[in-house]
């Protein structure tokens, strides 16, 4: 079956603007992740849903990230005033359930955003 | 907080060669651990966990101990192929702060016919 998907897979835009990227979760995964990857690095968590609900935001890096999931299915993530202190790759992550401490996520390809 | 720590890389084999990769871990409770792989031009995949103590995770000829007196989770392969290029990330999920990851730095793995 499909797997996670994200979209655009690469994003340039220049200091200042606003960027959102999207999130598709495998159907029925009612958990979702999102990560960001700096070059060389290992993911970072930034936000974690469970259904329409934010779980967990502690990892958003200030008020200029913010993260919706209207419908419990598909998620955007939303840069404001974006810096070149951004660019990454940004990962998204779902599971079929989030309680399970077991339970394995499956990630999609990532959106690379570069803020020149 | 938690964090893991894994070897720095490249690591640099020939074919068939033995590999270890090394990972430590720092977490409050009793963490499950993972092992990912990223193939090139492709997304992180699960390669193995294992979510107790003295559990070894196994996957693909490769496998990884829970040592707990030691807080490793180290990945381990026999015999590597050059199919197993890619960058290797050690993970943990720690039961008493929620669900996500902490990975760490990731490990690039080259393997030379």
């Known amino acids: 079956g499909a797997g996670v998907s994200q979209t655009p897979s690469n994003k340039v835009t220049e200091k200042g603007k606003y960027v959102e990227l999207r999130c598709d979760p495998i159907s029925g995964h009612t958990a979702l992740y999102w990560y960001r990857q700096s070059l060389g690095q290992g993911p970072e968590f930034l936000i974690y849903?469970?259904?329409?609900?934010?779980?967990?935001d502690s990892g958003l890096p200030n008020d200029r990230f913010f993260a919706v999931r209207p419908e419990g299915s598909v998620s955007t993530l939303k840069i404001q005033r974006t810096e070149r202190g951004d660019s990454a790759m940004y990962l998204c992550?779902?599971?079929?359930?989030?309680?399970?401490?077991?339970?394995?996520?499956?990630f999609g390809p990532g959106t690379r955003l570069t803020v020149l | 907080g938690d964090s893991v720590t894994q070897m720095e890389g490249p690591v640099t084999l020939s074919e068939e060669a033995f590999l270890t990769i090394n990972c430590t871990y720092t977490a409050t409770g009793y963490p499950s651990l993972f092992w990912y792989v990223q193939y090139p031009g492709e997304g992180l995949q699960l390669l193995l966990k294992?979510?107790?103590?003295?559990d070894k995770g196994s996957n693909k000829g490769f496998e990884a101990t829970y040592r707990k007196e030691t807080t490793s989770f180290h990945l381990e392969k026999g015999s590597v192929q050059v199919s197993d290029s890619a960058v290797y990330f050690c993970a943990l999920r720690s039961n008493n702060a929620g669900n996500m990851l902490t990975f760490g730095g990731g490990t690039r793995l080259m393997v030379k016919p």
């Open positions: 992550a779902s599971s079929l359930f989030g309680t399970e401490s077991y339970n394995e996520q499956f």
């Open positions: 849903f469970q259904g329409t609900g934010a779980a967990d």
């Open positions: 294992a979510t107790k103590a003295d």
